[in-house]
């Protein structure tokens, strides 16, 4: 099963589950040149005083998508969602949502709908009244609010939990209330800002994949803003890194992930071990760059490599290069040497840092595909850790 073009529904409707997997994966609206976005920011910026908070940002997001702004606190990523909701005015540019401008709207006139990272629940009401409060505000029957409030809290899986009041509930049960009022009014497009903040590590995994099952359901285009990278990776469609109010990246977790479009993004966005060399030649497909700590260099893949004597950095994840204790053989390529400086032990995961010879420190990360109590490898050991050739970015800035 695919996702239908934007054009239909993209999730599905309410009740109807669908296959989270077939359904994300041939989503891809934004490659098509025929789709329209539902929502669309044309150059928008945000000052405060001398402050550009957002500058100059222009996006589409499109029906049925889950997307991620993702940043550092101040980048500029909150105050692009609040004037989307209309808790902002733009200064420059503008913000249609299904080809409407929004302009001049005020926020409880538009068709998206907020939940706060404080969730905001009324403290003196219980469960199914907070649902219902935003209902009862639009003026709905009685008898209609009733069923909305039912299907939601079936949607949440709250029903035994429908008298209590919001002291009564644990943190993951209060992020359920708040989603499930937030959408019961049905709007075109929900907006999360940092969401799962408040929850422990475990049950914001958990709630992660809830989040995602229950957009599927709801066919509701969802727009978070989180600066956990592990958050925006697992859930969003796409991804906006963004820095300093504008927005330097835009793709699949695995784009942005696998090919960062600069250091910045790189560091940002999980672990990273970057080599500042030059490009000694091409010899294609390979690119040879000059290291002071390897004494062959590097050989990495052409992609996007300048000209030799151009200075450039090497991305390299910690999880794409290998640790050994006994050498390499003779001529191997992408080797450098050093000692264990540290090690972090995950469960999942050990985390080698090693010291080169310099001084540098490389992080290794290498998974836990057996059992061990022993470490295989300890600290103050002489290891040697490479590379494959194409494990390794080439950036220029």
């Known amino acids: ?192 800002d940092e969401p799962l903040g408040a929850l422990d590590k475990k049950l914001r995994e958990e709630t992660q994949f809830e989040l995602m099952d229950l957009q599927v359901e709801l066919g509701v285009t969802f727009l978070i803003v989180t600066h956990d990278q592990e958050e925006a990776m697992v859930m969003a469609d796409r991804i906006a890194v963004m820095r300093d109010g504008r927005i330097v990246q835009i793709g699949r977790p695995e784009e942005v992930y696998e090919a960062p479009n600069s250091r910045y993004v790189a560091e940002f966005l999980g672990d990273v071990n970057l080599f500042e060399t030059t490009v000694e030649a091409i010899e294609h497909p390979m690119a040879h760059l000059n290291l002071a700590e390897a004494e062959a260099g590097f050989y990495v893949l052409d992609d996007d490599c300048p000209q030799p004597g151009a200075t450039v950095w090497l991305a390299v994840r910690p999880e794409k290069m290998r640790i050994s204790l006994d050498p390499p053989a003779p001529g191997a390529r992408n080797v450098l040497a050093g000692e264990i400086w540290d090690i972090g032990y995950t469960g999942d995961w050990t985390n080698y840092i090693v010291e080169l010879p310099g001084g540098k420190l490389v992080r290794v990360a290498r998974a836990n595909a057996r059992r061990f109590v022993a470490r295989p490898i300890d600290w103050d050991d002489k290891v040697w850790v490479s590379f494959d050739p194409d494990a390794g970015v080439v950036l220029t800035s």
């Open 1 to 192: 099963m695919s996702r239908p073009p934007a054009a239909k529904p993209a999730r599905g409707e309410p009740g109807q589950r669908r296959n989270i997997g077939a359904v994300r994966s041939s989503f891809a609206p934004w490659n098509d040149p025929n789709a329209t976005p539902l929502v669309r920011f044309e150059g928008v910026t945000k000052r405060f005083g001398d402050h550009a908070a957002v500058n100059d940002v222009s996006l589409d997001i499109y029906p049925g998508e889950f997307f991620a702004l993702l940043g550092p606190s101040g980048c500029g990523k909150t105050t692009l969602m609040r004037m989307l909701a209309g808790f902002e005015t733009l200064d420059a540019g503008r913000i249609t949502l299904a080809g409407q401008d929004l302009a001049g709207a005020p926020p409880h006139k538009r068709p998206v709908n907020m939940m706060f990272q404080s969730y905001a629940l009324f403290p003196h009401l219980t469960v199914e009244q907070n649902i219902a409060f935003g209902l009862k505000q639009e003026g709905m029957p009685k008898k209609d609010i009733a069923a909305r409030v039912a299907e939601m809290l079936a949607l949440v899986k709250l029903e035994p939990f429908a008298k209590r009041r919001p002291d009564q509930l644990s943190g993951g049960q209060k992020q359920r209330v708040a989603l499930a009022r937030a959408v019961a009014r049905k709007p075109r497009m929900l907006l999360l």
